[in-house]
C-alpha cells in the first residue's frame, strides 16, 4: 500500500504563492502517477492536476492553469505542486493521490482512478 504524505501548507495573501509537496518514505513514487484534489468546506472535492509516473506528461483544471504547475524529482521522491497567483477561492484542504502505472503516460484528475492517498494539508488564502 503506497502511503503518501503532503507538506507545505499554510496562510497566504492573495496574490503569494505556496509550493505543496508529496513524498512517501516507504515506496518509490516512479511507477504512481500522481494527483492532486483539494476540497473546500462545503463543496466537493475536486482534481486539480496530475503527473504522468514517467513526468513527461501533466494536466490541470481551467481554474488553475497558468498558475499551478506540477512537477517530480525523481532523486528526492517527491512531486510537487507549485501554486503561485493563489486567490481567495483557492482555499481548502489539498491531497495527493497515486495511482499505479507501469506504462508511464497514463493521467487523470477523477478522484475514483487512484487508490492511495495522502492525509491532506491545509491552504488558506486570505489578506
Known amino acids: 500500500q503506497l502511503q503518501l504524505v503532503e507538506s507545505g501548507g499554510g496562510l497566504v495573501q492573495p496574490g503569494g504563492s505556496l509550493r505543496l509537496s508529496c513524498t512517501s518514505s516507504r515506496r518509490t513514487l516512479d511507477v504512481y502517477a500522481i494527483g492532486w484534489f483539494r476540497q473546500a468546506p462545503g463543496k466537493e472535492r475536486e482534481g486539480v492536476s496530475c503527473?504522468?509516473?514517467?513526468?513527461?506528461?501533466?494536466k490541470y483544471e481551467d481554474s488553475v492553469k497558468g498558475r499551478f504547475t506540477v512537477s517530480r524529482d525523481k532523486n528526492k521522491n517527491t512531486v510537487y505542486l507549485q501554486m503561485n497567483s493563489l486567490r481567495p477561492e483557492d482555499t481548502a484542504v489539498y491531497y495527493c493521490a497515486g495511482a499505479g502505472d507501469m506504462i508511464g503516460t497514463w493521467l487523470s484528475t477523477v478522484g475514483a482512478d487512484f487508490r492511495s492517498w495522502g492525509q491532506g494539508t491545509q491552504v488558506t488564502v486570505s489578506s
Open positions: 503527473i504522468s509516473s514517467n513526468g513527461e506528461k501533466t
